[in-house]
């Protein structure tokens, strides 16, 4: 069973504003805790990961580092990196991506002058 799963979306752009790294976290990060790349696959090398993408292979290094820092990836000498299997710090890692879109959304509404409530509400009733 040697699947392959892209890191990243085919359609990744790269924001000049943020460190490219952090770029590549978030977007594994999703990725992971979404399922789209299933606990313990195998991921490509730092080398691989920086052909592919077009960036030096420090970027690709730095971005390993931090997502094996969160426990979402795991190193094993000889053998390649692989998503962890560890469903707690998976579900860990979605509770903050939802704890930090909740704080965006009140975030947003404030600044509009309403409640995170009312903004749901109102995009419910755009929806129909």
Same mark, same amino acid.
């Given at each position: 069973? @040697?699947?392959? /799963? @892209?890191?990243? $979306?085919?359609? /990744?752009? *790269? %924001? $000049?504003?943020? $460190? #490219?790294?952090?770029? /590549?976290?978030?977007?594994?990060?999703? &990725?992971?805790?979404? =399922?789209? *790349?299933? $606990?313990?696959? &195998?991921?490509?090398?730092?080398?691989?990961?920086?052909?592919?993408? =077009?960036? %030096?292979?420090?970027?690709?290094?730095?971005?390993?580092?931090?997502?094996?820092?969160?426990?979402?990836?795991?190193?094993?000498?000889?053998?390649?990196? /692989?998503?962890?299997?560890?469903?707690?710090?998976?579900?860990?890692?979605?509770?903050?991506? #939802? &704890?930090?879109?909740?704080?965006?959304?009140?975030?947003?509404?404030?600044? !509009?002058? !309403?409640?995170?409530?009312?903004?749901?509400?109102?995009?419910?009733?755009?929806? =129909?």
């Amino acid at each position: 069973m @040697d699947q392959t /799963f @892209d890191l990243l $979306p085919q359609q /990744f752009q *790269i %924001n $000049p504003s943020l $460190p #490219i790294y952090e770029q /590549f976290v978030a977007a594994i990060r999703v &990725r992971v805790v979404s =399922g789209i *790349i299933p $606990p313990g696959v &195998r991921l490509p090398s730092v080398r691989e990961l920086a052909s592919a993408r =077009g960036v %030096n292979p420090t970027t690709a290094a730095r971005t390993y580092q931090e997502l094996e820092r969160m426990g979402l990836i795991v190193t094993y000498r000889g053998q390649g990196t /692989f998503v962890t299997q560890e469903e707690d710090i998976i579900m860990e890692a979605r509770k903050e991506i #939802i &704890r930090d879109a909740v704080s965006q959304l009140q975030e947003v509404a404030r600044s !509009l002058g !309403l409640t995170a409530e009312q903004m749901l509400q109102l995009a419910e009733e755009e929806q =129909g």
